[in-house]
Each structure stands twice: as structure tokens, then as C-alpha cells.
């Protein structure tokens, strides 16, 4: 059976889906765009026993009047650990986990590893940017930043994500398919935040002169300002609520409605007269009296009735049954009767 047009386009689509998916990550070109930003010089960091690379947690002191917040994230919030550009100080207090270099894979491991004095009341996770070179294709780096979200969501229960920001150095497409591909992912647990539209590629003094990281003089800036408003956001947002499961049903008593009528009262139909059945066999007929009155028949009228049916016949049982013939002087009788008697 031939297959139709929508079969075909729907087979095309996932083509040139999993066609995106396998799409290599490679390391950006020697000749890649540079910045023309400030970034403060790296300093020192110890070096983790469980990733070996440079970690660094920083955990502000416990206050009653602020709402404890955790950033998770690398290498682009070295500026922040460093206090070279320091978060806002406001109603939340910022705690910043940052491991310069990591992938998705790594800062799982290096949180698996953290013990926390408290728990924070929000962790905002800082898409992990160096997944487009530790990861083949997007979708083994949609896997592993899968595998990351999961346990975080696991371990906290508010989080959100705030995108990577874009590398000035490297092909622009492979950045918007990875972020696509986060995105898709934390749909399914949290909210994701996009940050491309912040920082056009046309203000190089965004980025510092490697083209990878953000400069502190004018692209930290803005990155800051968004895990900022984001995270009053997300505070403000409350928290999913656990289903209610429904109760036993009660059985309600509907009322019926009232209907109101206005104007005049409408005039009683009279009451239907007294009606005698008479009939033979299956076959019954129905005979209303009627309210005579004399001087609705002359006396010639009643002569001719009197010889037609005499009226020293007597009175019938109405409940009796009569024959066919004899129908007639029974109802003559009956209506001469009633005139006499008035």
C-alpha cells in the first residue's frame, strides 16, 4: 500500500533530526573571532581529587533573612568566586560551586562529592559550554547534561537552568543545536533560560581576547544580572504541589429550578361533565350530559317527542347495555325526562 505525503515528510523530518544529532563537536578554528574585552588573570585554585581539575566552593554565611541560593556551573564563574564581579546583594545569599573546564559529566561528580552546611532553598545550574568539546555529537552531550539535571533534581527539589553563554570563537550553529538539546531536555524537570539574545556577536567587548569566556568588564556584567533576576524568578514561582488525591464522592441533591410567572393568574379550566359509557362488546361509546334548559324546546317540539318515544316507558339503568337498535329512545327518553323534571 503506497504510503501518503504526510508519511514522507514525517520520515524526512527525523531524518534531518538524527542528522542534527550526530552532528560532530569539534574544537573551534585557529583563526577564530577574539575579543576585545578585560578578564582578570587566572589565580590558583586547589585541585580536586575526584575530577582533577581546579574546584572551588564558596558558601556564604548563614543569615535568618535570606534565602540561601547554590550556582552551579564552570569556568565562567571564575570571575564570581574571585569577587572580581560579585553577585547583588539582596534578599538571597549566593553560594557559587565552579570547576574550570568540566563537562556535564564532571560537575556530577564533583556535587555527588559536596556536603552542604544547609540546604539551599533554589540551585540554578549553569549549562555546562564545554560539552562542545569533551562530547562527539550533541546528543551524547544532551545525555550526559541529561544524567547531571536528573541527579540535581534528585538531591534538591527547586532547581533551575540558565543557558550557557555563547562562545564568540566557534561555529555558531553547533552552539544553537546544543542549547537546543539542553532545552529539551530540562523541559521535562525544570525551567531553562535562554541568555544567545543577550549577548550579540557584534559587541566584541563581551568576550575577553580567547573568544570563549565572558570579559569581566563588560560580558560578566550582564551574565550576573540574569542568574540575579532569574533567580528572584524562580523564588517567586511556587513550588509544584503534589496531586490531591480525590475523596469519596458525595452524593449532592440537584435543585430542581423555580420558575416565577408574572401577570395575570390564567382562568381555571372548568371541570369536564359527567360522562356515562355505554357500548356493546369491545365496542364502547361515550355520551356527556349536557346542561339542557327548557325554553330551548316549544311544546309542539315536545309532542312530537312524545310520540316518537312515550315517556310512561320508565327510566333505564345507565350502566346496562343495550342493544344496537334501541340506542335512540334511550337518549330521547333520557333528554325529555330531564325537560319534564325541570
Known amino acids: 500500500m503506497p504510503r501518503g505525503k504526510g508519511f514522507r515528510r514525517s520520515l524526512a523530518a527525523r531524518k534531518r533530526r538524527a542528522e542534527q544529532l550526530d552532528v560532530p563537536l569539534l574544537p573551534p578554528p585557529l583563526s577564530a573571532r577574539r575579543g576585545t574585552g578585560f578578564r582578570h588573570a587566572v589565580r590558583q585554585w586547589p585541585t580536586s581529587c575526584f575530577t582533577g581539575k581546579a574546584h572551588k566552593l564558596v558558601i556564604p554565611a548563614e543569615s535568618p533573612d535570606k534565602k540561601f541560593v547554590l550556582i552551579v556551573g564552570d569556568s565562567h564563574l571564575r570571575s564570581v568566586v574571585d569577587g572580581v564581579v560579585p553577585m547583588p546583594e539582596c534578599r538571597m545569599s549566593f553560594g557559587i560551586s565552579s570547576t574550570p573546564g568540566a563537562c556535564a559529566r564532571e560537575l556530577q561528580r564533583e556535587l555527588a562529592e559536596t556536603v552542604l552546611p544547609r540546604d539551599p532553598s533554589l540551585v540554578c545550574l549553569l549549562a555546562p559550554s564545554n560539552n562542545l568539546t569533551a562530547s562527539r555529537t550533541v546528543d551524547e552531550a544532551a545525555a550526559e547534561f541529561g544524567h547531571l539535571l536528573a541527579y540535581i533534581c534528585s538531591r534538591w527539589h527547586k532547581v533551575c537552568v540558565l ?166 329512545n334511550f337518549i330521547s327518553n333520557f333528554v325529555k325526562s330531564s325537560l319534564l323534571s325541570c
Open 163 to 328: 543557558d550557557f553563554p555563547p562562545r564568540l570563537a566557534g561555529e555558531v550553529e553547533v552552539q544553537t543545536l546544543l542549547s537546543q538539546a539542553y532545552h529539551r531536555v530540562s523541559a521535562r524537570m525544570v525551567h531553562y533560560y535562554s541568555t544567545a539574545e543577550h549577548f550579540p556577536r557584534n559587541c566584541l567587548e563581551l568576550w575577553s581576547r580567547d573568544g570563549v569566556h565572558l570579559s569581566d568588564s563588560h560580558g560578566m556584567d550582564i551574565l550576573v544580572q540574569l542568574l540575579f533576576e532569574y533567580c528572584c524568578l524562580e523564588l517567586e514561582t511556587p513550588a509544584p504541589t503534589a496531586p490531591v488525591a480525590p475523596g469519596p464522592s458525595r452524593s449532592t441533591r440537584r435543585a430542581s429550578p423555580k420558575v416565577v410567572v408574572t401577570g395575570p393568574l390564567p382562568v381555571p379550566r372548568p371541570p369536564p361533565s359527567e360522562w356515562t359509557v355505554v357500548g356493546q362488546g369491545s365496542k364502547v361509546e361515550t355520551v356527556f350530559s349536557i346542561p339542557l334548559s327548557p325554553v330551548l324546546f316549544s311544546p309542539a317540539m315536545l309532542v312530537e317527542m312524545e310520540k316518537i318515544s312515550p315517556s310512561h316507558l320508565g327510566s333505564v339503568d345507565c350502566t346496562s347495555s343495550f342493544p344496537a337498535g334501541k340506542k335512540v
